[in-house]
Structure formats: structure tokens, C-alpha cells
């Protein structure tokens, strides 16, 4: 089993460009979350797909669209990417009834 | 009411020490409080989860510890290695939600 992948690994843009995060889990995950990382501020939710079909807003969404394909794939879509968008992205899945979240490696996005 | 506070921001240990990093928050609806260990280039992975019916839980030289009145929590790493150095987060998690709200992070180094 592959867990949680995500692509790319590494990405530039630049300020406008747009670009879509893939993730996919092969771990039976009901739900799935998207986060960013900045140095000392955590990890903030972006947005969450409680299960299949559905899709939340989490604290920092604005800037941010996300798509929950089908059970597997929970993707993330920066229409008009921004420097304050500069992060690394990371996706977790979820099983139904368990609070552990299972971390995707990340993507390293700059934006310039 | 949402935040979790967590300190220190950085903390080097010799070998052998025990590292001990704090968190406080204020919701007392939250009901479950994860910690999570990330290394470089990682992403996080649970390390050891409490919930607030027990004040310590121990697994292997980690150890949380529950303050309930205090609405505080600490993670204890004994006889602290040099494979311990990594970036630890806590979190709180509340059932209704399944989504967790983490502290902004420490950065454990264990020196030989």
C-alpha cells in the first residue's frame, strides 16, 4: 500500500498562475483534509472533505478551491496563485470513527 | 477559543535528558489531544494520543501528561536520542468534528 501520496513533490509559480495538488490514498479513507505549513505557525486546515461527495471550509480556505474526485483522490486547485500562498501543502486522510490523521510526504510550493 | 498554544518553540536536549514540551488551550469541548512527530522532508505521524478521562499515558519513553483543570498537556520524551530530533505538534480534537486544531510546533534537537 502506497498511503497517502501527494504530486508534485516541488513546484514555482509565479504570482497568477494557477495550479491543481493531486493527492490520492489507497487506505480506505473516509475523509480528507488539506493543510498548509508555515515556520511557527502550525499546521493550518484548509479545507476537509468529511466523505465522499462533501467538501468544508477550513480556517484559512480564501485563495483555495478543492474537488473530492471520488473516495481516493481529494485534489487542491490555486486559481490565481499568490506569495502569500508560498507553503508546504500538506493532505491527510482519515478513517470513519478514528481521529488519527495519516499524513501525506507534502508539496513545496514557491510562489514568486 | 479554537487555539492551541504550544511552547517551547525550539528545545535542544543532551543525550539521555528528558525533553518536555507544553500545550494549553481553552475549549473544553476538545476530547481528544494527539501528538504528532514530524521529520525533515516528512510528513507528521502520530505519536501518542490521550483523551481526557486519564491524566498520563505512557507508551515507550513518551509519556503525555493530562491536566484537566489546567487545560494543559505535555508530551515527555525520557532518556531523550539523537533520533528523537525532529518537529513535534500537539493538537486537540473534538468528536462532533473529527477535525483537529494543532499548536504551532517545537523543534526538538537531541544532541549526542
Known amino acids: 500500500n502506497a498511503g497517502v501520496t501527494q504530486t508534485p513533490k516541488f513546484q514555482v509559480l509565479k504570482t497568477g498562475q494557477s495550479m491543481t495538488l493531486q493527492c490520492a490514498q489507497d487506505?480506505?479513507?473516509?475523509?480528507m483534509y488539506w493543510y498548509r505549513q508555515d515556520p511557527g505557525m502550525g499546521l493550518r486546515l484548509i479545507y476537509y472533505s468529511a466523505s465522499e461527495g462533501t467538501t468544508d471550509k477550513g480556517e484559512v480556505p480564501n485563495g483555495y478551491n478543492v474537488s473530492r474526485l471520488n473516495k481516493r483522490e481529494f485534489s487542491l486547485r490555486l486559481e490565481s496563485a499568490a506569495p502569500s500562498q508560498t507553503s508546504v501543502y500538506f493532505c491527510?486522510?482519515?478513517?470513519?470513527?478514528?481521529?488519527?490523521?495519516?499524513f501525506g510526504p507534502g508539496t513545496r510550493l514557491t510562489v514568486t | 477559543q479554537q487555539q492551541v498554544k504550544q511552547s517551547p518553540q525550539s528545545l535542544i536536549v543532551q543525550k539521555g535528558g528528558i525533553s518536555i514540551i507544553n500545550c494549553a488551550y481553552e475549549n473544553t469541548a476538545f476530547d481528544y489531544f494527539p501528538w504528532y512527530q514530524q521529520f525533515p522532508g516528512k510528513g507528521p505521524a502520530l505519536l501518542i494520543a490521550i483523551r481526557p478521562d486519564v491524566s498520563e499515558k505512557k507508551e515507550g519513553r513518551f509519556t503525555i501528561s493530562f491536566n484537566k483543570s489546567a487545560k494543559q498537556f505535555s508530551l515527555h520524551i525520557m532518556d531523550s536520542q539523537p533520533g528523537d530530533s525532529a518537529t513535534y505538534f500537539c493538537?486537540?480534537?473534538?468528536?462532533?468534528?473529527?477535525?483537529?486544531?494543532f499548536g504551532s510546533g517545537t523543534r526538538l534537537l537531541v544532541r549526542p
Open positions: 491527510a486522510g482519515r478513517q470513519a470513527s478514528s481521529y488519527e490523521q495519516y
Open positions: 493538537a486537540a480534537g473534538m468528536d462532533s468534528s473529527y477535525k483537529l486544531i
Open positions: 487506505m480506505n479513507h473516509n475523509s
